[in-house]
């Protein structure tokens, strides 16, 4: 896992488990890289045997640009986090982000076909899951941000079943699934938004993950919504992804993911 910071990552325990669980041969370290020395950072972890890694903050978009090929997924997020050289040398970029997601989404019991989506931020978070989310049968997405031409972009790299807007004008739709993809949590706040926009929530999701709910989510909770849920399960399920990219195994989440949330608790 190459990151600037990298200390706090909970990756080399989930993969380790996973490793563990599925009786593969796995070594997966942490690798602090010089914030304006990732690629050089890969070809040395290449040159002593690396075969595949993970890459989180800041270095998604700059692995986006070295990979010699990138996944539809990785296309539309425009970020990777998931690197891995193929039998013919070539390096390629993928993103399980979107992949994750959608597997903790399913895990606590969202239903998603036709569902209608409003997603809060348009950073990489939310660029990240937009197409996993259309492509599990999700039938409108709305991005809502505080700069209303950055909700709008991002919108416009997908078909007419997504939209945009700034916080105030979020349509009054019946959003089944609302999404905190902004980083408000990690000050103690919100986003701005009308209480209105939960009345049909049946799911209130933060990707932001700790040891007590986010703001949001307490916000979620007092408003009526049923279901609320942090990323922890995102974090492990994209973790579960990549590593049947690279193993082709499929390892169980819930063993590690119970694990983890005891660990976190202590």
């Known amino acids: 896992m190459f990151g600037n910071p990298i200390g706090h990552s909970k990756s ?33 972890f290449v040159a002593t045997g690396g075969k595949g890694a993970n890459v989180t903050v800041p270095f998604k978009e700059v ?8 996944t539809l997924r990785a296309m539309q997020a425009q970020a990777v ?17 979107g992949a994750g997601l959608v597997a903790d989404l399913i895990r606590l019991g969202a239903s998603l076909e036709g569902a209608k989506v ?7 978070a939310c660029r990240g899951v937009i197409g996993p989310l259309l492509t599990a049968g999700v039938a409108v997405v709305h991005v809502a941000n505080r700069s209303v031409d950055k909700a709008l972009l991002v919108a416009g790299d997908f078909n007419a079943q997504v939209s945009g807007s700034g916080f105030a004008d979020i349509p009054k739709q019946p959003w089944t699934l609302v999404i905190n993809a902004t980083s408000a949590g990690l000050h103690g706040s919100r986003p701005d938004i009308d209480e209105s926009h939960l009345s049909h929530c ?32 995102m974090l492990v399920s994209q973790a579960a992804e990549s590593f049947q990219i690279w193993r082709g195994i499929t390892p169980a989440v819930t063993p590690v993911l119970n694990k983890l949330q005891e660990l976190m608790q202590q």
């Open 63 to 70: 692995a986006f640009r070295l990979a010699d090929h990138c």
């Open 202 to 233: 049946e799911l209130a999701y933060d990707m932001l993950y700790g040891t007590e709910p986010t703001a949001f989510l307490m916000w979620a909770q007092q408003s009526g919504v049923k279901c609320i849920a942090d990323g922890l399960g």
């Open 12 to 44: 080399p325990m989930i993969h380790r488990s996973f490793a563990e669980q599925t009786q593969q041969d796995l070594s997966y370290e942490a690798i602090l890289a010089p914030v304006d020395g990732f690629a050089e950072a890969w070809q040395q």
């Open 118 to 124: 409003l997603i809060l931020g348009a950073g990489g």
């Open 81 to 97: 986090n998931t690197l891995y050289i193929e039998e013919d040398g070539r390096l390629v970029g993928d993103n399980t982000d």
